[in-house]
């Protein structure tokens, strides 16, 4: 008989955004490169303008504080591309790859840390959103691909 632990499926989805700032420069086929080089399947996607209604609800848990109201006028200065990505613990993976919030502190190797530029730019434009657990990544499908 094998001793081998046996590890249950973990495939998740996760709903990523590419940042107004991500897609002005240009950066949305490397955030995807990389997405698909970790062996990640891309769901879904869509390029747009977001609606004020979209990201109030994305970032609902942020209402309040002092970067809030700047965060959703960035959010919102231009396209982004919203894209359901589909994975083996792909929630804390994608963060992994994300970097931490600030791209000046984010490491090297990561997407904030090797691409993001936020030059005193209360570390609105780091390009990238993941979601933080399953939870998140169910409710944010919810409010970007209602249809999903
Ligand atoms: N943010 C900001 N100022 C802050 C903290 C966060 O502008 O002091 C923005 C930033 O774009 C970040 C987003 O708010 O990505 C959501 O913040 P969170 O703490 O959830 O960071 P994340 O999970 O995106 O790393």
Request: charged share 25%.
């Given at each position: 008989m094998s001793t081998e632990p046996t590890t249950a499926s973990t495939t998740e989805r996760s709903l990523v955004l590419v940042k107004p700032d991500g897609v002005r420069r240009g950066l949305t086929g490397a955030v995807l490169a990389r997405i698909e080089a970790k062996?990640?399947?891309?769901?879904a996607l869509q390029q747009r303008e977001a609606t004020q209604t979209e990201l109030s609800a994305h970032y609902a848990e942020h209402?309040?504080?002092?970067f809030y109201a700047p965060l959703l006028e960035f959010m919102a200065s231009g396209p982004l591309v919203a894209v359901v990505v589909e994975g083996e613990r792909c929630i804390e993976g994608f963060r992994s790859l994300a970097g931490t919030t600030d791209p000046t502190t984010a490491?090297?190797?990561t997407i904030r840390g090797d691409l993001g530029r936020?030059?005193?730019?209360?570390?609105?434009?780091?390009l990238v959103h993941g979601s933080d657990s399953p939870e998140s990544a169910a409710r944010e499908i919810g409010i970007w691909f209602p249809s999903l």
């Open positions: 062996g990640y399947r891309i769901v209402e309040g504080k002092p490491a090297p190797g936020d030059w005193g730019l209360k570390v609105q434009q780091n």
